[in-house]
């Protein structure tokens, strides 16, 4: 049973354009919601978040949390064939803060 | 910028036979972490380790796998003997706390390991 959820599994869209991609969740004790780029190897730390409605920003990027509704956004705004990547989506929860699950992922690709 | 580094970037060994993964945290971190991805499949966490001892471990971990902070840099995973199913990429990945605003894991760029 798949604890962390991300939709869609795979986007293609032109540079320019803005994306939000999804993450929905369902944990008991939720700690955290993280935020990874992943192209070639590791995935790369984008945002971290633990307050709800409290949007982070970076750039281009940006991402909020509703616990309420128990899940997160992010949001690319005039993507680059740089954005292209899997956007991970990953949750701490439980007794421990240390772990991390993870989603499978949303396969971006930014054609120019 | 600090970041996590790994050795080998790709590891081809036999069925059976033990490898040792190596990290490099980043420096004044104190939480580490390894994790595995099986090509086309999620990112699964294995092991975390804190004040030298392992902190918590996932159903994977089993008593094949160990981990160890030989000194005070580097980070190891010892697979003892290696199954087809062990074929990975492998992520080690470190924290400053485990817990509050400092609990981002980074995470190094992996160790291929192909298992024939």
């Known amino acids: 049973e798949d604890k962390v959820v991300q939709s869609p599994l795979s986007l293609v869209v032109h540079e320019g354009d803005t994306v939000t991609l999804n993450c929905s969740y369902e944990?008991?004790?939720?700690?955290?919601l993280l935020w990874y780029k992943q192209e070639k190897k590791a995935p790369t730390f984008l945002f971290m978040l633990?307050?709800?409605?409290i949007e982070k920003k970076s750039g281009r990027l940006s991402s909020i949390l509703d616990k309420k509704e128990l899940f997160s956004i992010l949001n690319i705004t005039a993507t680059q064939t740089g954005d292209s990547a899997i956007y991970l989506c990953?949750?701490?929860?439980?007794?421990?803060?240390?772990?991390?699950?993870f989603g499978k992922g949303t396969l971006l690709t930014v054609n120019p | 910028e600090p970041e996590v580094t790994q050795t080998p970037s790709h590891q081809v060994t036999q069925m059976g036979q033990e490898v040792i993964l190596r990290c490099v945290p980043i420096?004044?971190?104190?939480?580490f972490y390894w994790y595995r991805q099986i090509l086309g499949q999620k990112v699964e966490f294995l092991v975390s380790?804190?004040?030298?001892?392992?902190?918590?471990k996932s159903e994977i971990f089993d008593d094949q796998f160990s981990v160890e902070r030989p000194d005070g840099s580097n980070f190891t995973l010892k697979i003892r003997s290696t199954k087809l199913e062990d074929s990975a990429m492998y992520f080690c990945?470190?924290?400053?706390?485990?817990?509050?605003?400092?609990?981002?894991?980074?995470f190094g760029p992996g160790t291929r390991l192909t298992v024939t």
């Open positions: 380790f804190y004040n030298n001892e392992i902190s918590e």
């Open positions: 420096s004044n971190h104190l939480y």
């Open positions: 990945a470190s924290s400053l706390a485990g817990g509050g605003d400092s609990y981002e894991q980074y």
């Open positions: 990953a949750v701490g929860f439980g007794g421990s803060n240390y772990k991390l699950t």
């Open positions: 944990v008991t004790n939720f700690r955290s």
């Open positions: 633990t307050s709800s409605g």
